[in-house]
């Protein structure tokens, strides 16, 4: 059954932990109706557990083109056109220089943090299009508006991220928007494979989300094109 018009729709890539998985806790204790994916069969059904009904979680690999088109039909039929899609899924590299990271690792990292965002937004989009509003959030990071050696490759694919986002508000119609966001640095397992211990001295993804799912909320079609900064 879809929700009612004035229930909203957050779909969220990477759902299962880190920042996923406290926007998705958040955005339900603020009474949103949640959609989610993420590689980890277990971790996602343990996070549909939390939750309770009302949401949609499924074990969905965001490089598969059909798995994601899949996952869009179903959540749209459940839960009706999302309201905020954020595309948060992501891999970094282990620490080494670009010469040193061999091709498979480096094509694991473009095909989820660039071409799983291209197949979110394939699927996803033509159905907020459709009702004539909605808010596409594409997740940056420091590192797509700067850069720091060992980690060229997801250098590359934020940076990437900024500018599919920024054409991307072009083409949009009026009431929708797209905005890259920069989260901020906070203590997850990504930045642990970064920063090592020194991680810790950061926010961790709970108390972030604290600040970041009432901002997310706000955002709209004043927003569009915005390279933005989480709290």
């Known amino acids: 059954m879809k929700t009612t018009e004035m229930t909203k ?28 994916c993420a590689r980890n069969a277990g971790a996602v059904a343990e996070l549909a ?10 074990a969905v690999d965001v490089t598969d083109d059909a798995a994601v088109a899949a996952f869009a039909r ?20 282990g620490n080494a220089p670009l010469w040193e990271i061999d091709a498979a690792e480096f094509d694991a990292v473009i095909d989820v943090n660039l071409k799983g965002v291209a197949n979110a937004v394939r699927h996803f989009l033509p159905a907020m299009i459709a009702r004539g509003s909605g808010v596409v959030v594409n997740f940056s990071s420091g590192w797509g508006r700067s850069t720091s050696p060992e980690v060229a490759p997801y250098c590359a694919t934020k940076w990437g991220i900024e500018g599919l986002t920024a054409a991307l508000a072009q083409e949009l119609p009026r009431g929708l928007a797209a905005v890259a966001l920069n989260p901020g640095i906070i203590d997850t397992d990504m930045l642990r494979s970064c920063f090592g211990s020194s991680a ?19 955002l709209g079609p004043r927003d569009n094109g915005q390279a933005l900064t989480a709290p």
């Open 74 to 93: 179903e959540a749209i039929d459940h839960l009706g056109a999302p309201d905020l899609l954020l595309n948060n899924a992501a891999l970094v590299n």
């Open 200 to 218: 810790s001295a950061y926010p961790d993804a709970t108390e972030w989300a604290r600040r970041a799912v009432p901002f997310l909320e706000k």
């Open 9 to 36: 729709v957050a779909v969220i890539t990477g759902c299962s932990r880190g920042l996923g998985r406290a926007m998705a806790t958040g955005f339900a204790a603020r009474g949103w109706r949640v959609a989610g």
């Open 49 to 58: 557990g939390s939750l309770g009904e009302g949401h949609l979680f499924r």
